[in-house]
T-cell receptor, first 114, second 116 residues
Framework: AQSVTQLDSQVPVFEEAPVELRCNYS??????LFWYVQYPNQGLQLLLKYLSGSTLVKGINGFEAEFNKSQTSFHLRKPSVHISDTAEYFC????????????FGSGTRLLVRP | DGGITQSPKYLFRKEGQNVTLSCEQN?????MYWYRQDPGQGLRLIYY???????QKGDIAEGYSVSREKKESFPLTVTSAQKNPTAFYLC???????????????FGPGTRLTVL
């Protein structure tokens, strides 16, 4: 079975500070990895994804993530956050042998303070 | 503009009533999905459909039903058999099921269902 763990339910940070949102996964097969962002009472928007190739993936809104196979992690980072980055962030995986079923972590709420 | 619409945005239901949530997409996507979101939890898959007139149960299908009579529409019915239906429901679509993870799932804005 696959699982995705986001240990931090909430991450408070001051504006213009760097941030890292942690994501670890477990799977018996190789997976593709995704980060989604959800603003209040809205649907999810894809931030970035890792399918293959370079382990450092750049996404929208200045976010990036690094795939670490040995540590089974896919942490999301931004060097300088803005108030508008306040949202819920979800890490998700898809098994390579079942390329439709997204398995989500429980989410991390990023709270950016002025 | 292409996208996914869900209606209504907020829905209230009395216990024992069935209610249907609408999901429409004009992206010409073959695959559509329904997810349930509860506070402090990630999304869980209720049902998915790869093509018209075909759909499959996800992880938490009990108490729900769907239909896929048209490519652009995938309504979800929350039946009285669903014991805890209060949640945020999200519809998504993708070009297809296959594609080595490259078929991004696009999400609608969601419907918040509250059982009174």
């Amino acid at each position: 079975a696959q699982s995705v763990t986001q240990l931090d339910s909430q991450v408070p940070v001051f504006e213009e500070a760097p941030v890292e949102l942690r994501c670890n996964y477990s799977s018996s097969v190789s997976v593709y990895l995704f980060w989604y962002v959800q603003y209040p009472n809205q649907g999810l928007q894809l931030l970035l994804k890792y399918l293959s190739g370079s382990t450092l993936v750049k996404g929208i809104n200045g976010f990036e993530a690094e795939f670490n196979k040995s540590q089974t992690s896919f942490h999301l980072r931004k060097p300088s956050v803005h108030i508008s980055d306040t949202a819920e962030y979800f890490c998700a995986v898809i098994r390579m042998d079942s390329s439709y079923k997204l398995i989500f972590g429980s989410g991390t709420r990023l709270l950016v303070r002025p | 503009d292409g996208g996914i619409t869900q209606s209504p945005k907020y829905l209230f239901r009395k216990e024992g009533q069935n209610v249907t949530l609408s999901c429409e997409q004009n992206l010409n996507h073959d695959a559509m999905y329904w997810y349930r979101q509860d506070p402090g939890q990630g999304l869980r898959l209720i049902y998915y459909s790869q093509i018209v007139n075909d759909f499959q149960k996800g992880d938490i299908a009990e108490g729900y039903s769907v239909s896929r009579e048209k490519k652009e529409s995938f309504p979800l019915t929350v039946t009285s058999a669903q014991k805890n239906p209060t949640a945020f429901y999200l519809c998504a679509s993708s070009a297809g099921l296959a594609g080595a993870g490259q078929n991004e799932q696009f999400f609608g804005p969601g419907t918040r269902l509250t059982v009174l």
